[in-house]
């Protein structure tokens, strides 16, 4: 585990705590949450990000609706918890684990819902645990299955933020570099500083740091000439949605590190739990991509560097298509070509 707790749940006062990740690097302060339109405020705003984060953190707003109603009709605090997630689910599109969560959480409600309030607050609440329990768990999984892939004295490159900020804890991307650091294998991550939310420089540099696994950043248009000049033997990064057919949506920019990863004969891979794949998309066309404000292009941290007024279009994720991804590593496996067997077959392997 990593000693980084971007989320924290707490029983007994009923509070969601969540590291603001707005503030990083420079501040690490914490915020506490009793209600889910503050929970679904904090998605939006990227206070909490990073696919199975957010998922998390939706669980633990549904947890909050819950307690918030004080009545005692089942039915009532069912609607009231489903409105809930109604507004949890519209506060970012792309990334599957937020929806995934919610779902997990309706199906509790769906079974328990007859039952008395109690019963049915507690059923919610043992649900999100389980969700952020299992989260690490398969990232732990993941990191160590991912591990294998990574030759010996490996340069990593790594594009925005998969470490343990952006989950439960431990992280995808990151945990598969934590794990290959643990086992001797690293030995030099470059870390892309991801346009235009330094999701790179501010949080992926910031986890390595605490960590003292070698890192150094780059900016996103020095990773051509980097690989050019033969200074990377893998790229690892996270996902937001993976399609059926292996079509990956991760942060705006994955593709062009993928592009060149393909040109410079670079594994390029891909760390996401099962809760990433979306498996109701055939590809990756009907993945919804999330616009963000203009203002995260035309200035950062309250500095403007764009002429006022300037035209900006912000969408926050691309799709890499799956034939530009070796593999996708699992907590339950490793996922090659053909995706549409591959992926499917890690799905019913579990059952
Ligand atoms: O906009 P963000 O910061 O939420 O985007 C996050 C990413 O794109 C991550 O790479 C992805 O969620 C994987 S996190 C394990």
Not at 264 to 269: E, G, S
Request: with cysteine; aromatic share 6%.
């Amino acid at each position: 585990m990593s000693e980084i707790r971007p989320i924290t749940w707490n029983s007994r006062s009923r509070i969601l705590t969540l590291l603001d990740q707005t503030l990083l690097p420079s501040r690490e302060e914490y915020i506490d949450y009793a209600d889910p339109e503050a929970v679904a405020e904090a998605i939006s705003t990227l206070v909490v990000r990073g696919a199975p984060a957010i998922g998390c953190a939706a669980a633990f707003g549904l947890v909050l609706a819950s307690y918030q109603y004080s009545g005692t009709s089942s039915k009532e605090l069912s609607a009231w918890v489903i409105d809930a997630a109604d507004l949890l689910a519209d506060s970012r599109p792309t990334a599957v684990n937020l929806t995934w969560a919610l779902e997990r959480m309706l199906g509790v409600l769906e079974k328990t819902g007859s039952e008395e309030t109690g019963r049915i607050q507690n059923a919610l609440e043992a649900e999100a645990v389980a969700i952020f329990n299992e989260d690490i768990a398969s990232c732990a999984g993941m990191g160590d299955i991912g591990a294998g892939l990574v030759s010996d004295n490996a340069r990593i490159m790594t594009y925005c933020n998969a470490g343990a900020l952006a989950t439960a804890g431990y992280g995808t991307a990151l945990g598969v570099i934590r794990s290959a650091h643990k086992m001797g294998k690293v030995r030099a991550v470059w870390v892309c500083e991801t346009r235009p939310v330094l999701q790179g420089a501010r949080l992926t540099y910031w986890e390595l740091m605490k960590e003292d696994i070698p890192c150094t950043l780059v900016t996103d248009n020095m990773v051509g000439s980097l690989m050019s000049a033969g200074d990377v033997d893998l790229v690892v990064v996270g996902a937001d949605r993976i399609a059926a057919n292996g079509d990956v949506a991760n942060k705006i920019g994955t593709y062009t590190v993928a592009v060149l990863a393909e040109r410079h004969n670079v594994p390029f891979i891909v760390a996401a739990p099962l809760s990433t794949i979306d498996l109701s998309k055939a590809t990756g066309e009907s993945i919804p991509i999330e616009e963000r404000p203009p203002g995260e292009i035309s200035g950062y941290g309250g500095v403007d560097w764009a002429p006022k007024g300037a035209k900006v279009y912000n969408p926050a994720f691309d799709v890499t298509p799956a034939d530009l991804v070796h593999a996708i590593v699992t907590e339950r496996g490793i996922a090659q070509a053909p995706y549409s067997s591959s992926l499917k077959a890690l799905f019913s392997s579990g059952d």
